[in-house]
C-alpha cells in the first residue's frame, strides 16, 4: 500500500510540473490605465522632516514585533518620493 501511494504521489508531481500544450497560449488579463492620471503630488516641502518625529515611534513598532515573535533578524526601511530616508535592524 505504500509503493502504491508513493507511486502514485510521484506520478501527480510529474504530471504537474509537465508544460501543457496550452500553456503558451493562456489567457493573460490586461491592465488598462488611464490617459487621465496624475501622479500624486504634494504641497508640503517638509514633509521629510516632520516624518523624523515618527521614527523612534515607528522603531518600537516593530522591535517589540521583532521580540515578540522571536525573529532572528529583522530590517526595515520608509522610502519618501524614491529616497530612502530611513532604515534600521535588529538582531543578526
Known amino acids: 500500500m505504500k509503493k502504491?501511494?508513493?507511486a502514485a504521489l510521484v506520478l501527480?508531481?510529474?504530471v504537474g510540473c509537465t508544460k501543457g500544450k496550452?500553456?503558451?497560449t493562456r489567457n493573460v488579463a490586461s491592465v488598462s490605465f488611464t490617459e487621465?492620471?496624475?501622479p500624486p503630488s504634494?504641497?508640503?516641502t517638509a514633509r521629510v522632516e516632520k516624518m523624523k518625529t515618527a521614527f523612534p515611534v515607528i522603531d518600537k513598532i516593530?522591535?517589540?514585533?521583532?521580540?515578540?515573535?522571536?525573529f532572528p533578524g529583522l530590517a526595515f526601511g520608509i522610502v519618501v518620493d524614491g529616497q530612502l530616508v530611513y532604515?534600521?535592524?535588529?538582531?543578526?
Open 4 to 6: 502504491f501511494l508513493y
Open 22 to 24: 496550452n500553456d503558451s
Open 42 to 44: 504634494f504641497e508640503e
Open 62 to 70: 516593530f522591535k517589540d514585533r521583532f521580540e515578540k515573535n522571536h
Open 36 to 38: 487621465n492620471y496624475l
Open 12 to 14: 501527480s508531481i510529474l
Open 87 to 92: 532604515s534600521n535592524a535588529f538582531g543578526v
